[in-house]
């Protein structure tokens, strides 16, 4: 099924690591025509392959995708991120059709406004990072081996056994209490940038929700959950997962903030 939209936002899509799910994407970029792509940053994860090489066809396959939409009328803009923070030389200037930009207000169909940043900026306000990692490891790692490692570590330290499920229950709830003060921080941030809200990535962790007068978007990323936020033809945010097939994990309707009937099946 062809989907056509006015706005796509991807981010988080990690090119040149192991994890990255380049081929659901592709089949995204395929069947959905859009007018405009942000790419909200952490596109190529360079941060990681200077560690660890890693590449893959279809990681070019995506390039040159991104690349054939910018010479074929869509207007792709770029906004780098942390892992690709060598970018940000390059905001303000242009490559081969792509526009690049530390960030970048978006006007709605309905008007309303929209701050579009990478995210990680938020991470300064506040005591981020370290939760950051914790978010990775617990919605990453949980496996029945993984507490058989960790408590043959254990044993290594002369600890105590702890099954793995009570420390993850505890790493959740931070993961959870972190997420939680990211979503304030940028609705906050919004609020003082006098805009109608925040659409962002960074966190993996993707949303949408309002709270007085403040949208809150974040469209996730293409490393485990496979999601992207899209704009309407005829106005409305939507929240998609694209993987093995199709669903819609949330809605903002356009003029949310008169009648706001907010959706959340996610
Ligand atoms: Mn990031």
Known sequence: MHSRVRSLFVSDVHLGTPDCQAGHLLNLLNTTTARQLFLVG??????????????????????????????????????PGNHDEEARAFCGAEWRGIEI???????????????????????????GKRWLESVGETLYGFSCRLNTWYNSARQRMDLTYSPWSVSMKRRLSKAMEYIQCFEERAMNEARGLLVDGYI????????????????????????????TICELEQGGFELWRCADHSERLATLPSHWWTDSPLSTAA
């Open 42 to 79: 952490d596109i190529v994860d360079i941060k990681a392959m200077s560690s660890r090489a890693y590449w893959h066809p279809t990681h070019t396959r995506v390039l040159e995708r991104l690349l054939g939409l910018a010479n074929s009328g869509t207007r792709v803009v770029y906004v």
């Open 101 to 127: 930009q530390r960030e970048l207000d978006y006007v709605a169909v309905d008007g309303s406004r929209y701050r579009v940043r990478h995210g990680d900026e938020l991470d300064e306000l506040g005591q």
């Open 200 to 227: 962002c990535g960074h966190i993996h962790f993707a949303n949408i929700r309002c709270a007085d007068g403040i949208a809150y978007l974040n469209d996730g990323d293409w490393v485990e959950h496979c999601t």
